[in-house]
């Protein structure tokens, strides 16, 4: 079964429309009575091309909704309520960076794509290099930084981190301490590295 691009047509369906007077394929599929979600697709009802243009007129979306759910869906930001990993204000926790800690997407980007780097090939890229040993290339994972980072980026780096992971930014919240600390340790080992000297 094959849907027909643009228009919604499924090719050899094998289904008779499920309007009681129709016995023409039922080529077209329309919402049933479970919508799809976590549980799986959904199921769907199936009609002919006439018939799913009079259920499609009739189709009430916003049924069984109350008033406020219907304003919250006409919202311009509807579905955008929940944050992506990348934008939570716990994100970077792993090492990675914030796409909010850069001003340049492409930045955000590189950064990203330097921290997503696996160790074995990591190690291979610092062996490589030469500049940095493999302690200061896991120090820079730790900064979220990259193998072409100056010591003005790592300074400035440095800065974000300690700020966003003080106790005295959360609220006396120390739950971001440990990372707090694993900065401040980067950090130390990185600024007497030679390649920032």
Not at 184 to 195: C, G, I
Request: one cysteine or more; aromatic letters at 10%; glycine letters at 10%.
């Amino acid at each position: 079964m094959r849907q027909t691009r643009f228009h919604g047509r499924y090719e050899n369906s094998g289904r008779i429309c499920e309007h009681p007077d129709c016995a023409e394929a039922g080529a077209y599929r329309a919402p049933g009575g479970r919508p799809a979600g976590f549980d799986g697709p959904g199921e769907y009802r199936w009609f002919c091309l006439d018939h799913v243009r009079e259920f499609n007129a009739g189709y009430d979306w916003f049924e069984g909704m109350s008033a406020d759910e219907i304003l919250r869906a006409h919202s311009p930001i509807a579905g955008w309520q929940t944050e992506s990993r990348a934008f939570r204000p716990t994100a970077g926790m792993d090492g990675l960076p914030r796409w909010a800690d850069f001003n340049d997407p492409l930045d955000a980007i590189g950064a990203r794509a330097n921290g997503i780097k696996s160790r074995a090939r990591r190690d291979a890229e610092v062996a490589r290099d030469g500049r940095f040993t493999v302690e200061e290339a896991r120090a820079l994972d730790t900064m979220g930084l990259g193998l072409e980072t100056d010591r003005r980026r790592l300074r400035q780096r440095y800065s974000e981190l300690v700020r966003r992971y003080h106790p005295d930014r959360n609220g006396g919240d120390r739950k971001f301490e440990a990372r707090l600390n694993s900065v401040v340790e980067a950090y130390q080992l990185l600024r007497k590295s030679r390649v920032f000297a």
